[in-house]
């Protein structure tokens, strides 16, 4: 057994709608532009470059509709809907016909995003974990197993803010599909049960304050709720 010189931290846990058990969180993929239309609102261009990733912690998960606290060091919190997918089974150079026997199951997430922290790293050639990596930056919703949601390839996804929609889209229009991104993912690492995968968020985006609620669908997955405090 290991002797460990402090407490251990925690393992991050994702509720599974309807089962009694949560999902282990080892991981966090995020996947950049990969819905035109939100690349083009991001001043990039929507050709269909290679996918590319940035990461955040495992702890940044936000679960049960629990209020989200407005983070430190921000004047532009924005919000990105995203249909998120979690790994269930271990590979690398994963081909293309077989990626999504590594998916355990499915859910609604938001990318919550420090937009000016991420755009002055942009300018300076900086990382983006500030940006993207904070805590309780990761709201997501019940998971449902693989089974539940057969094909990825469609649905539609929709976020509302105080009860106006702010972005709405569908999976169909995702420049990499699922299977491709953990395809191409599983090139670069070897990804391990509990990694998360955030697949992108369409148009749409835009700053939230204060007091604002933040209600996603995926449609057959789920929801994901939170407020603004």
């Known amino acids: 057994m290991p002797h460990y010189v ?14 009694g058990g949560d999902f282990p969180v080892r991981r966090i993929f995020c996947v950049g532009r990969n819905y035109a ?19 955040k912690p495992s702890d940044a998960v ?7 606290p407005y983070p430190t060091m921000t004047k532009s919190l924005h919000h990105e809907m995203e249909l998120v997918v979690a790994i269930g089974t271990e590979g690398a150079n994963i081909p293309l016909d077989k990626a999504l026997s590594h998916v355990w199951g499915y859910a609604a997430g938001l990318d919550m995003t420090r937009r000016d922290l991420q755009n002055a790293a942009k300018k300076e050639g900086k990382p983006w ?10 709201p997501i919703g019940l998971m449902i197993p693989a089974d539940k949601f057969p094909d990825p ?12 929609v702010r972005q709405t889209s569908d999976l169909s229009k995702l ?9 191409y993912l599983s090139q670069l690492v070897m990804l391990a049960p509990g990694d998360l995968i955030f697949t992108g968020t369409p148009e749409g985006v835009a700053a939230v304050e204060k007091g604002d609620v933040l209600e996603g ?4 997955v789920g929801i994901v709720h939170t407020r603004i405090v």
């Open 175 to 183: 420049i990499w599909s699922v299977a491709e991104t953990i395809s």
């Open 62 to 68: 936000l679960t049960y509709g629990a209020d989200m």
């Open 129 to 138: 974990d500030m940006g993207k990596g904070f805590d309780f930056s990761a």
């Open 217 to 220: 669908i995926v449609e057959g």
């Open 153 to 164: 390839t469609k649905g539609k996804i929709e976020l509302k803010v105080n009860g106006v």
């Open 37 to 55: 239309e939100h690349a083009r609102e991001m001043g990039s261009d929507p050709d269909r470059e290679l996918p590319f990733f940035f990461c």
């Open 6 to 19: 402090i407490a251990p931290p925690a393992t991050a846990t994702v509720p599974v709608a309807n089962h």
